[in-house]
C-alpha cells in the first residue's frame, strides 16, 4: 500500500491568521497554473451541495462528486487510460474547500494496474476551482524531489485555517506546511532527530484543535501526536494490534479514528488506546483477501464513511456495524483488486477502481475544517 480536530472551535489565534491568510492567498495564487479536464453535469442537488460525497477515485483519475443515490455531479480527471497532466494521476486525497477542491496528484506505483505496468508519477498537491482551473499548486508534474516545490509520493493535503496547506509528502517521509507562495513554514521530523521518532511512509496528517499534528505513520503501525517543536507526545498503536496505519483523525469524545489498512479495519481508541469500536471490511466471503482499506471518517451522525480500496468500493457504516449506503459496484471477489473494478461518468454504482479517500461535502467531524477561507 506504498500509495499508498474536533469540530469545536479553533483557537481564536488561528481565526486571526485565517483573515490574514486569506488576503495572502488572494495576492500569491497563480490566476491559473493549468487547466484540469472537467466535466459538470446539471442535476438536482449538485455541484457542492452539503451531503454530497466527494470521492478521491484513484485508479480511475479522477475526483468526483456525487449525490447521495450515487449520480455523479462533477468531475475532474478524463479515467484509468490518461495518465497526462490533464488528470490527477492516483488521486489519494480531495478536499472541498469553499467553492474549491484540494487534491493530492499521488502518482501510480508500477506493478499495481495494468494501465500503467511502469507506474506513473504526479507529485502535485493542486487547488481547482469548479471548472477544473489550477489555481494553486504544489509540486511539478511528473517531477520528483524534494527540493523547494518538488514532491515525492503526496498520499494526503489538508487545508489550514490559516490557509497554508498541511501536505503528507510519503516518499520523502516528512509532514511539510506550505504557505500561498509556496514556502515551506514547518515539517516533521523538522529539528527531531531522534531514530524512533522518525515516519516510515506517512499517510496523512491533521491538525488538532490544540495545534499539535496527529500523523498516520503508516509503515510504522502507528498514529502519532506532535507538538509544533517537533516532539511526540502521544501514541497510537490499540496496544500494539495495528498493521499499517493509513489514517488518523481525532473526535469530539478526544478518542482517535484510526483505519488499520493491514487488518482490514476502522478501529477506534480512547485516550488510553483501548478499542472502543472497530468494523472489518473483509469479513463478506466476496472481499478481497486484502482490501487495504484507506479512509475511515467519522461523520456528524455517528456513521463511518470507509474508502475500502481494494474492494473498489466505498461505504457508509453505523455503529452497530451495518452497511447504510454503498458507492461502486457489489462485491465479486478477485485477487489484489477486486473484480468490481468500474468507470462511468454518470454513476458512481457502474464501478470505482481503488478509491482511496471519501468525505461528505459540509461535514468535517474529525477532521480539520478549512474555516476562514
Known amino acids: 500500500m506504498k500509495n499508498d480536530s474536533q469540530l469545536t472551535k479553533l483557537p481564536t489565534k488561528l481565526s486571526a491568521l485565517a483573515r490574514h491568510a486569506r488576503t495572502a492567498f488572494l495576492a500569491a495564487a497563480t490566476v491559473s497554473a493549468g487547466l484540469l479536464a472537467s466535466s459538470v453535469t446539471a442535476l438536482a442537488g449538485g455541484f457542492n451541495t452539503p451531503g454530497n460525497i466527494l470521492i478521491a477515485d484513484q485508479f480511475n483519475n479522477r475526483v468526483i462528486e456525487a449525490d447521495s443515490a450515487g449520480n455523479i455531479v462533477w468531475q475532474v480527471g478524463l479515467g484509468p487510460n490518461d495518465f497526462s ?26 506493478g499495481v494496474i495494468p494501465q500503467a505496468p511502469n507506474g506513473a508519477a504526479d507529485n502535485r498537491v493542486i487547488l481547482v476551482d469548479q471548472n477544473g482551473n489550477i489555481i494553486w499548486q504544489y509540486g511539478i508534474f511528473g517531477k520528483t ?13 489538508t487545508w489550514l485555517p490559516n490557509s497554508d496547506v498541511l501536505i503528507t509528502d510519503q516518499g520523502n517521509n516528512r509532514i511539510i506546511e506550505v504557505n500561498m507562495a509556496k514556502k515551506i513554514v514547518w515539517s516533521y521530523p523538522g529539528s527531531n532527530s531522534n531514530p524512533s521518532d522518525q515516519l516510515n511512509s506517512p499517510n496523512s496528517a491533521e491538525l488538532l484543535a490544540n495545534g499539535n499534528i496527529l500523523i498516520a505513520d503508516e509503515n510504522n503501525s502507528r498514529a502519532i501526536e506532535v507538538t509544533r517543536a517537533d516532539q511526540i507526545i502521544a501514541t497510537f498503536t490499540a496496544h500494539g494490534t495495528v498493521n499499517t496505519v493509513a489514517f488518523a483523525s481525532r473526535l469530539a469524545n478526544g478518542d482517535t479514528l484510526l483505519t488499520d489498512a493491514g487488518n482490514s479495519r476502522a478501529v477506534e481508541v480512547d485516550a488510553n488506546d483501548n478499542v472502543v469500536w472497530q468494523y472489518f471490511t473483509d469479513a463478506s466471503k466476496l472481499s478481497v483477501a486484502a482490501p487495504l482499506p484507506t479512509r475511515a471518517v467519522r461523520l456528524a451522525n455517528g456513521d463511518t464513511l470507509i474508502s475500502d480500496q481494494f474492494n473498489n468500493r466505498v461505504i457508509r457504516v453505523s455503529l452497530k456495524g451495518k452497511i447504510v449506503a454503498s458507492y461502486g459496484l457489489p462485491l465479486a471477489g478477485g485477487g489484489a483488486i477486486g473484480n468490481n473494478v468500474g468507470y462511468d461518468i454518470e454513476t458512481t454504482q457502474k464501478g470505482l477502481y481503488g478509491p482511496y479517500d471519501a468525505k461528505i461535502i459540509g461535514d468535517y467531524t474529525g477532521l480539520t475544517p478549512p474555516s476562514g477561507f
Open 85 to 110: 497532466a490533464n488528470s490527477v494521476i492516483g488521486c489519494n486525497d480531495a478536499q472541498r474547500v469553499g467553492q474549491n477542491t484540494l487534491m493530492a496528484g499521488t502518482g501510480t506505483p508500477p
Open 145 to 157: 524531489g524534494s527540493s523547494p516545490n518538488r514532491l515525492n509520493t503526496p498520499v494526503q493535503c
